[in-house]
T-cell receptor, first 113, second 115 residues
């Protein structure tokens, strides 16, 4: 069974640009969550989607948005990039039958110059 | 609000030494507690979990007991190996009755094991 796949693996952008990150969950998983990981702040919850609906949201500005498609794949978008958005963005999926057990992808390393 | 506090690292040990990584939490209700591990260049992997007070989670020689009276979930291993070198994260889930899989993570503790 394939794991959680995140693309791209690395991304370099400049301030003011926007970026879209993609996540394909484990087959059959309908819940997808996104986390931002930085050395200073650690792992911060961004948002969670279930069956195309946002189920929970963290304390990030509106520049951070996400969505989930009918096949459970998810994207997150960051507009008007700032230097502080440089981070590893991790996606995780979970199964309805085994709640709270998250399977993480390897992440997208975003660098904002 | 809910939070998790972990001991700062790095923790540096020789192979076969005993490991303890402290974790305490603040939470309302009855959260589930987790330890996740992150190897270099990879995402997080669930190491073990406990869902109620006095539960002991265990996996690959690692153990942690859910202590409600001390609000702790310390990670232990009797004999570490070089391959255990990684960053370890303690986490709690807001869980039921809230309909969410959101986890709140500690800051992580880097473990370095030398031969």
């Amino acid at each position: 069974k394939a794991g959680v796949t995140q693309t791209p693996r690395y991304l370099i952008k400049t301030r003011g640009q926007q970026v879209t990150l993609s996540c394909s969950p484990i087959s059959g998983h309908r819940s997808v969550s996104w986390y931002q990981q930085t050395p200073g702040q650690g792992l911060q919850f961004l948002f969670e989607y279930f069956s195309e609906t946002q189920r929970n949201k963290g304390n990030f500005p509106g520049r951070f948005s996400g969505r989930q498609f009918s096949n459970s794949r998810s994207e997150m978008n960051v507009s008007t990039l700032e230097l502080g958005d440089s981070a590893l963005y991790l996606c995780a999926s979970s199964s309805d039958r085994v709640r709270e057990k998250l399977f993480f992808g390897s992440g997208t390393q975003l660098s904002v110059l | 609000g809910n939070s998790v506090t972990q001991m700062e690292g790095p923790v540096t040990l020789s192979e076969e030494a005993f490991l303890t990584i402290n974790c305490t939490y603040t939470a309302t209700g009855y959260p589930s507690l987790f330890w996740y591990v992150q190897y270099p260049g990879e995402g997080l992997q669930l190491l073990l979990k406990a869902t109620k007070a006095d539960d002991k989670g265990s996996n690959k020689g690692f153990e942690a007991t859910y202590r409600k009276e001390t609000t702790s979930f310390h990670l232990e291993k009797g004999s570490v190996q070089v391959s255990d070198s990684a960053v370890y994260f303690c986490a709690l889930s807001e869980g039921p009755p809230r309909n969410t899989d959101k986890l709140i993570f500690g800051t992580g503790t880097r473990l370095q094991v030398f031969p």
